[in-house]
């Protein structure tokens, strides 16, 4: 499992977006086309019972289904999540 090459974690209004929009113009990478891609981010993350989905994640998801998703990028491929530092295990 080699994709995404590289995930920018920035926090919110710490630069991230700008950083995000100047590497979508590289020819050589790609970028995954949203710029928060919260696929991480469980929605009961921000409810007012956060405990209730403590490690939902990990139930739900793998390693290879998020690899699978930057399968057909050509090139060094990325993403960002300004929300990324949000979840338990980062």
Known sequence: MTKPHFII???RRSGSTTLYDILKLHPGITMY???DFDYF???ELFSKNPSASKDKWE???SAEE???IFEDYEGV???K???LLWWKPA
Request: net charge negative; glycine share 10%; charged share 20%.
């Open 9 to 11: 974690a920035g926090e």
């Open 33 to 35: 086309p949203l710029s």
């Open 41 to 43: 981010i469980e929605p």
């Open 59 to 61: 139930l739900n998801h």
């Open 66 to 68: 998020f690899a699978a």
């Open 77 to 79: 491929s990325g993403m």
């Open 81 to 83: 999540d300004a929300d």
